[in-house]
């Protein structure tokens, strides 16, 4: 039913051994989904959201080290399943579609192989079944003379067809939760809102929960119900996408939205903000607010900040000293 909590994560952390010490790419995160809802985590590259996606499929490399106060998905803590437990729900439950569908889908196999090799495994070893599903989903997908297309292989198909497979490959054994991995990066405008559009269409008719992570306000803008902001592995804003856009109370993320041409606003040739410096190194003991060298507000508490945000009546959330009033105010 809509609205049930699908996937509740609290304190989520990743860390990686390297040699130069412990990586920390995602520094305690915390964020739920509930059915029919899409959640939106953005920031730049290196922040952490692919490898917090990749964490809650249980894809992570096999040296970093996953921790979590709360991991639960449909009600099942999920933190120290088996590897076989976990692909049974990766197959069924949940599921993924990547950024790049020209290195996830195999060269060597056709697309039928591919899309019923899901549901043979998953489902039912039943060949004529698995078929009609994939026909199914590849014509709810928006790809005509879908049969035909069954022994196609990856290559022989666009970039926004291949995309489209990914999506129909995901929806093969109807999961609860979808997390979209950057998946209109390697396509071009028109292409992009196109997929968007599918997806929003297709969590309401299968009433599914849907993580979208992207570093492009756009279309976080179109399509989320609530907003993430990461940072250098941690949540510096949350909150309903209408109050994070009407409102940011972080400096980063004003920062990222001011990025953005605004139609109606930004004049033709004009130059567009931009969030000078570079991500900070993650390794090793790290202190206060990660924004901090980058920071026109910043002042000597940033330095010890600690983790707790500050918290508004609608939803609204921030990690950052300056209040909400005074927050995209310059310091005196």
Known sequence: M????????????????????????????????????????????GCGKSLTSLSLMGLLPKTAIRTA????????????????????????????????????????YTIGNQLEEVYLRHIERDRRKARDRAIFLLEKVGISSAASRLGQYPHQLSGGLRQRVMIAMALMCGPDLIIADEPTTALDVTIQAQI???????????DMGL????????????????VQVMYAGKTVEEGPCEAVFDRPLHPYTSGLLKCIPVPGKTQRGAPLGSVPGIVPNLVGDLQGCMFRNRCEFA???????????????????????RPPEMALEPAE
């Not at 692909?87 to 195999?106: C, D, H, K, Y």
């Not at 918290?311 to 990690?319: E, K, S």
């Open 69 to 108: 106060d709360r991991l639960d998905f449909l009600g099942q803590d999920i933190r120290n399943l088996r590897e076989r437990e976990m692909a049974a729900l990766r197959g069924v439950n949940m599921s993924m579609i990547f950024q790049e569908p020209m290195t996830s889908l195999n060269p060597a």
């Open 2 to 45: 809509s609205g049930d909590l699908i996937l509740d994560v609290q304190n989520l952390k990743v860390d990686i051994p390297v040699s130069a010490g412990m990586l920390h790419p995602v520094r305690g995160i915390s964020f739920s989904v509930k059915r029919g809802e899409t959640l939106c985590i953005v920031g730049e590259s």
């Open 211 to 226: 993580i979208l992570i992207t570093h492009d306000l756009g279309i976080v803008a179109r399509v989320a119900d609530k």
């Open 299 to 321: 002042m000597a508490g940033c330095a010890t900040l600690g983790d707790e945000p500050t918290r508004m009546d609608d939803g609204h959330a921030y990690t950052c000293l």
């Open 196 to 206: 968007l559009h599918l997806l929003a269409e297709l969590q309401r008719e299968f």
